[in-house]
C-alpha cells in the first residue's frame, strides 16, 4: 500500500481524519455524530454543518481523481458550509480499521436517520426532506406521523433535475426551505448531486444542518428494503442493492468502484483533526489571506473604460484577426459590464486587413495595440499582457465571444474564492447549445480512447476521454483541469507568477499548457456556470493545415511535460487514430501526413514577427510594444471543427 502511514490518527482540536484516495473523512462514532449535529443545530453563529457519507463512489467522485474534486473543501474554506463527511462501505470501513488498528463503525445514512428523528423530536427541532418522488414523500409524511406525533416537519420538496441544474431555480428552491424553516434538511438527490448541490446553495437554505443521505427518505419510507443483517456484515451489501436497482446502480459498482479502490489502498493519510478556515477568509496556495470578495476602491460610475495609468479590477485582453465584424459586439457588451467593476479594455491586433483596429480607434477608452505581425494566440496576449497597466485580475477573450449581462462579475465572484487562481465562464454555441468546452488532462489512455471512438459513446468514463461530456458538469461549478482558451479570467498575481504564455503554440494547446502551468503553481481552475458568454464563432470555416497544426501541438505539448517513451507514445497513437480515419477524410490525411514527418512541421502556421517595435493607439496615447514584428503571413486564421484523431482546445 503506498503512501499510506499506520500510526493512529492524530486529533487537533476536531475528530480524527483520514484521506482514502484524495476524500477527506472524519472518523467518528454514531453518538458523537448525533451530538455533533444537534448541537450545530442550536449554534446560530457558526456556519451550517453539512453531513455527507463516504464510500467507494464518494471517492470516485470527490478524490483527487474525481470530477467534483475540491468543491466541498472550497464550500468550506469560503465559509459557506462546514462539513463533516462520514465512513461509510464496507471497503472503506476495513480499509481504515487495518490502517489505523481501531473499530471505527460504519456510519450509513440509513442506518442514523432514524436517531437523528428522534434526537430532532425530543429537541423541538424541525425537519424538511428535500429530494426524492411525491409519492415517497406522501407515506413518508404518513409513517412520520404515526410514529412520531411530535416531529415538527417543515415541509418536502420534490424538483425535478432539470430545476436542480438551473442556477435561478435552485435559489428560487433554496429560499422555499428557508421560509418554511426547517433546522435539520435531509437532501435526498443521490450521490454527487446533493453534496453539489449543498455546496452551492446549502447556505441559502437556512437550514443549521444538511444530511446528504441519498436514498435515505426511501428507506424510512419503505421504498427501498434494506439488505439483511447477514448480508450488510459480510460487505455483500452493494450487490443487494444493484440485485435491486440494476440499471441505475451497474456503473458505479461494476465500472467506478474498482478504480475508486485502487486510488483509496495507493493514497490513504492520516490528517489533523482541525478543519477549514473562517467565514471571509480566502488563503491562495502561498497562505496569504484576503477578503472574500473584496469589492472595489471605487465604484464606476458610468459605461466608461479605464484609461490611462489608473487602477483597474479587470483588464481584458482581446487578441484579433480580421475581426471587424465582431469586435463591436464584444465591445458593447464589455460596458454593459463596467457599471460595477472597472475594466481596462486592451484590443491586440495580429495584422488585420479587414480594418479591426479602426472599427476600434473610434472609441477612444480602448486601447488599440498593433503586434505588427501574425503573433497567433498566446503571442497576442502576451502582447496585452505587456500593456495591461495596474489591476487585480486579467480577462483574456476571444473577439467572437458575446456576453451575458452579468458574466464578468459571476467571473469575479468566483476567482476571490480561496485558492483559485482561474475561472472560465459555460460557453455556448450560435444555437444556443451548451459548448462542451471542458476538459480533462491530457493522457495516453484518453488520447487512445478518443482515437478509437472520437464522438462516439460519449457517456465513457473520465480517463477515457479528454472532453467532458458529462451534461451535469456543465451545471455547477466546479475545479477542472483544463478548458477552451475563449474566455478565462486570472487573478493578476497568478498572470505574474505563471507567467508568459508560451509562444511554441501558434494556435491550439496553449491554454492547456497555461492551465497545467497554473495548477503547478498550486492554485485551482474553476467553471462557473452562472457566467455565460456565446462563442458566435467558435465553429466556423476550415482548413487542413489547421486541423494538422492541432494533433501536431499535442505533439509539441506531451514533449514539453513528458518524457521520450511517453511522447513516442503519444505519436503512435495520434498516427493511428489519423490513419484509422485517413481512407474517408481528407483531413485525417492531411494530418497524417504531418504526423510521420516532423520535417513538414515548418510548412504549418507559425508566428511572423517582424525585426522592429510599433506603435498602438487608444485613449489619444501611443505605446511602445517591444518585439511585436510587423510582417503578414498572409493567411486567414479560422477556427477548424477537430480531426477526431486528436483533441482540440
Not at 44 to 61: E, K, T
Not at 296 to 306: D, H, I, K, N
Not at 399 to 408: C, E, M
Not at 605 to 632: F, I, N, Q
Request: aromatic share 6%.
Amino acid at each position: 500500500m503506498d503512501a499510506t502511514q499506520r500510526s493512529a490518527p492524530v486529533e487537533n482540536g476536531g475528530s480524527p481524519r483520514i484521506a482514502l484516495g484524495g476524500a477527506d473523512v472524519d472518523l467518528m462514532t454514531q453518538p458523537e455524530v448525533v451530538h455533533r449535529i444537534i448541537a450545530r443545530a442550536h449554534d446560530l453563529m457558526a456556519p451550517p454543518l453539512a453531513i455527507a457519507s463516504a464510500n467507494l463512489d464518494h471517492v470516485h467522485h470527490f478524490g483527487a481523481s474525481g470530477r467534483w474534486r475540491g468543491t466541498q473543501e472550497a464550500s468550506q474554506s469560503a465559509g459557506l458550509v462546514e462539513w463533516l463527511t462520514l465512513l461509510d462501505g464496507e471497503p472503506l470501513v476495513r480499509h481504515v480499521r487495518r490502517v489505523t488498528s481501531q473499530d471505527w463503525p460504519k456510519l450509513a445514512g440509513s442506518d442514523l436517520i432514524a436517531p437523528l428523528l428522534d434526537a430532532a423530536e425530543g429537541a423541538g427541532m424541525s425537519v424538511g426532506f428535500l429530494g426524492g418522488s411525491p409519492e415517497t414523500h406522501a407515506e413518508l409524511a404518513r409513517r412520520l406521523a404515526d410514529q412520531r406525533p411530535a416531529l415538527k416537519v417543515a415541509g418536502f420538496w420534490a424538483p425535478e433535475r432539470a430545476q436542480l441544474e438551473d442556477g435561478g431555480n435552485s435559489r428560487r428552491l433554496a429560499w422555499e426551505v428557508r421560509n418554511a424553516g426547517a433546522d435539520l434538511l435531509f437532501v435526498c438527490l443521490g450521490k454527487p448531486r446533493q453534496e453539489v448541490w449543498i455546496a452551492e446553495y446549502g447556505h441559502l437554505t437556512g437550514a443549521r444542518v444538511m444530511l446528504a443521505f441519498g436514498a435515505a427518505a426511501d428507506f424510512v419510507a419503505g421504498k427501498v428494503v434494506r439488505a439483511p443483517s447477514w448480508v450488510s456484515e459480510r460487505g455483500l451489501e452493494w450487490a443487494w442493492r444493484l440485485a435491486q436497482e440494476p440499471r441505475r446502480l451497474a456503473r458505479r459498482y461494476l465500472l467506478d468502484a474498482g478504480p475508486a479502490y485502487v486510488a483509496m489502498r495507493r493514497d490513504t493519510r492520516l490528517l489533523p483533526g482541525a478543519r477549514g478556515v473562517q467565514r471571509g477568509e480566502a488563503r491562495g496556495p502561498a497562505g496569504e489571506a484576503a477578503a472574500l470578495g473584496e469589492g472595489t476602491a471605487e465604484v464606476p460610475t458610468g459605461r466608461t473604460f479605464v484609461c490611462g495609468e489608473g487602477p483597474a479590477d479587470v483588464t481584458v485582453v482581446v487578441v484579433t484577426y480580421n475581426s471587424a465584424d465582431t469586435i463591436g459586439g464584444l465591445l458593447a457588451d464589455l460596458r454593459g459590464q463596467a457599471t460595477d467593476l472597472r475594466l481596462r479594455v486592451v484590443v491586440v491586433d495580429n495584422d488585420s486587413v479587414d480594418g479591426t483596429l479602426a472599427a476600434v480607434a473610434g472609441q477612444t477608452d480602448v486601447t488599440g495595440v498593433r503586434a505588427g505581425g501574425n503573433l497567433g494566440y498566446a503571442g497576442g496576449i502576451n502582447v496585452g499582457l505587456g500593456v495591461a497597466g495596474e489591476c487585480r485580475a486579467v480577462l483574456v477573450l476571444n473577439p467572437d465571444i458575446r456576453l451575458s449581462p452579468d458574466a464578468v462579475a459571476q467571473m469575479w465572484t468566483r476567482l476571490w474564492w480561496p485558492g483559485v487562481g482561474a475561472v472560465v465562464p459555460k460557453m455556448l454555441g450560435e444555437q444556443g447549445e451548451v459548448s462542451k468546452s471542458l476538459r480533462f488532462e491530457p493522457s495516453l489512455t484518453r488520447s487512445l480512447a478518443d482515437a478509437l471512438l472520437g464522438n462516439r459513446a460519449p457517456g465513457r468514463p473520465a480517463w477515457a476521454t479528454e472532453t467532458d461530456h458529462d451534461a451535469e458538469s456543465y451545471c455547477y461549478p466546479h475545479a477542472i483541469d483544463w478548458a477552451t482558451g475563449a474566455a478565462m479570467m486570472l487573478r493578476e498575481e497568478v498572470s505574474r507568477e505563471v507567467g508568459r504564455w508560451d509562444e511554441q503554440y501558434f494556435l491550439y494547446s496553449e491554454e492547456t499548457d497555461y492551465c497545467r502551468r497554473v495548477r503547478e503553481a498550486g492554485w485551482s481552475i474553476w467553471y462557473e456556470p452562472s457566467s455565460v458568454v456565446e462563442h458566435v464563432g467558435g465553429a466556423s470555416g476550415t482548413s487542413y493545415e489547421l486541423g494538422a497544426l492541432m494533433a501536431v501541438n499535442r505533439l509539441r505539448y506531451d514533449s514539453s511535460h513528458h518524457g521520450p517513451a511517453h511522447t513516442l507514445g503519444m505519436r503512435a497513437i495520434l498516427v493511428g487514430g489519423a490513419a484509422l480515419r485517413a481512407p474517408g477524410r481528407r483531413q485525417s490525411r492531411a494530418t497524417l501526413g504531418y504526423l510521420v514527418s516532423r520535417r513538414q512541421w515548418d510548412r504549418l502556421p507559425a508566428a511572423t514577427p517582424a525585426a522592429g517595435g510599433s506603435k498602438t493607439s487608444g485613449a489619444g496615447r501611443l505605446h511602445r510594444v517591444s518585439e511585436a514584428g510587423a510582417a503578414s503571413p498572409g493567411r486567414r486564421l479560422q477556427a477548424v471543427e477537430p480531426d477526431s484523431s486528436s483533441s482540440a482546445s
